[in-house]
C-alpha cells in the first residue's frame, strides 16, 4: 500500500487491514496471480493492472434508498431546515456507483429543493464516477430499490423516476444535471466547497481511525454553520475525535450537526 | 484454577483473550444454551455472528440483554472490545476485529451468502488474537464458518464445534470437522463448561 501510495498517489495506507486483506486475497484470487509479492511487483510496472486492482480495492456496494428510515429522517428532520437556505449545497463523499445521489436527488426534488440545490458527488474511483453519471442499474436491483424509495417516504411512482431498458433502468437524466461528479479521495485530498449537508454512508467502516478522523476533520470545515451530517446506520462519531464537534439531531438514524 | 464438578467435564487450562461464537439456523436456542448461567463476573469479551434476514433490524442485543447478566450491544464500527461484554453483529454488515482490539463493519458481499458471515468474523480474530482466542461453530444448514474456525486453529486458538449429532442441523458443525480436527467436538452442554472453564488471559 505504502508503493502503491507512492507510484500512484492512491492512498490505501489507513484503510482497517481485516476488510484490505480479504480484497487484497480475492483481487490475487480473481487476477490469477501466485503471490502478493508478484501482484505487487506487476502492480507497480504496469498502471492498467493497477486500474484492474483498484476495482478490487474499493468496495462499489450500495442500493438506493439504502436505510430507509435515513432518508424518511432527511426529508422530516433537514428538508425543513434546508428549505431556509436560498441556495443549497449538498457533498456526497465515497458516492461509488451513484445509488445515493439518485436517491438524494429524488428526495430533494419532491421536496422542491432540487432546483437550487448543487450536489457535488466524490469517488476516488473513476470507474465508478462514470457508472454514477449514466445512471443506469440493473433491473433486477429495481424492485428492492421500489420497497425502500416507499418505506423512505416516497410522494410519487418509483417507476416515474426510470426508463426500463433491455435488463436495466435509466434514471431522468434531469435528476442530475446539476451534479457534479468529481474525483476526490478523503486520504489525501482537502475542502473544495461550502456545504449544508454531507452525506457519507458506509464509507467511514473501511477507514482506521485516524483516516476517520481525517475525514470527519474535512466534513465539519466543509459544513456551513450548523449544517448536517449523515453517515450509516451503524457508524458513529463517538469513536473518533470529532465527538464533540457535531451535535445529534436524529440518532438512530445517525443525522448529526455542526457544533460551531 | 480448574472448577471441578460431578456434573460436568472438566477441561484443562486455557487462557483466552476473546471468544467469538457463530451459529446459523437453530442458532439462538443453541447461544442461549451455550451461554446460559455466565458468571456476572464474566471478564472475556465475546462476539457473536447469528445468521439473520438482512433486512429487518436485529433485537438479538435487547434479547440476550435481558437473559445474561453481563453487558450485551450490538456492536458499531471503531466500538473497542470491552472486558465482560457479548457482542453481536449487526444485520446486513460483515462484522471483524481489527489488530487494535476494535471492530470494524463492512458491505463487502455475502460470504456463502451470509452477511455478516462467520469466516470473516473468525478469521479476523485469529489475526487479531492469534493463539489467544477461541472459536466456538454451532448448528447450521450452511459451510460458514469452517473456514473462519480453520484460521483459528492454524493461529494456535481453541475451536470447539457442537456436535453433529445434537445440532439442530449439522451441516455447519460438519463441514468445520471436515476441514480440520477441532480440540473439542461437545453436545452444548458441556460447550457451555468448556466456555466457562476458560481464564481470561489478564485475570488478576
Known sequence: MEAIYLKYSYDFRNYTTASQKRRVLYALEQLEFPSISVLQDRVLRDATLFGRLLQFLTIPVSEMFRDPAYFLALRRHVVPILHTYPSVKVWVAGCSTGEEVFSLAILLREEGLLERTQIYATDINPASLEKARQGIFPLEAIRGYTSNYQRAGGLSAFSDYYTAAYEAARFDPSLCADVIFADHSLATDSVFAETQLVSCRNVLIYFNRQLQDRALGLFHESLSHRGFLGLGSKESIDFSGYADRFDTHARAERIYRKVA | ?204
Open chain 2, 1 to 204: 484454577m480448574k472448577r471441578d464438578s460431578t456434573r460436568h467435564r472438566s477441561f484443562p487450562l486455557r487462557r483466552v483473550e476473546a471468544v467469538v461464537l457463530g451459529a446459523s439456523a437453530g442458532g439462538i436456542d443453541a447461544l442461549s444454551a451455550v451461554l446460559d448461567g455466565l458468571p456476572a463476573g464474566w471478564r472475556i469479551p465475546m462476539a457473536v455472528v447469528l445468521h439473520l434476514p438482512e433486512s429487518h433490524d436485529s433485537h438479538l442485543a435487547e434479547i440476550f440483554a435481558q437473559r445474561l447478566p453481563i453487558p450485551v450491544h450490538e456492536a458499531l464500527d471503531k466500538m473497542p472490545l470491552t472486558d465482560g461484554c457479548l457482542y453481536f453483529a449487526p444485520p446486513g454488515y460483515h462484522l471483524s476485529i481489527e489488530r487494535g482490539r476494535r471492530f470494524s463493519l463492512s458491505c463487502e458481499p455475502p460470504v456463502l451468502y451470509s452477511r455478516p458471515s462467520i469466516d470473516v468474523l473468525m478469521a479476523s480474530a485469529a489475526d487479531a488474537y492469534g493463539p489467544s482466542v477461541a472459536g466456538f461453530l454451532m448448528t447450521g444448514a450452511n459451510e460458514d464458518g469452517a473456514e473462519g474456525l480453520l484460521c483459528i486453529h492454524r493461529a494456535g486458538g481453541l475451536t470447539a464445534v457442537q456436535d453433529p449429532k445434537e445440532a439442530l442441523v449439522s451441516t455447519m458443525p460438519l463441514a468445520a470437522i471436515a476441514r480440520h480436527t477441532p480440540d473439542h467436538v461437545l453436545p452444548l452442554r458441556d460447550l457451555r463448561t468448556l466456555l466457562q472453564q476458560l481464564e481470561p488471559v489478564h485475570a488478576l
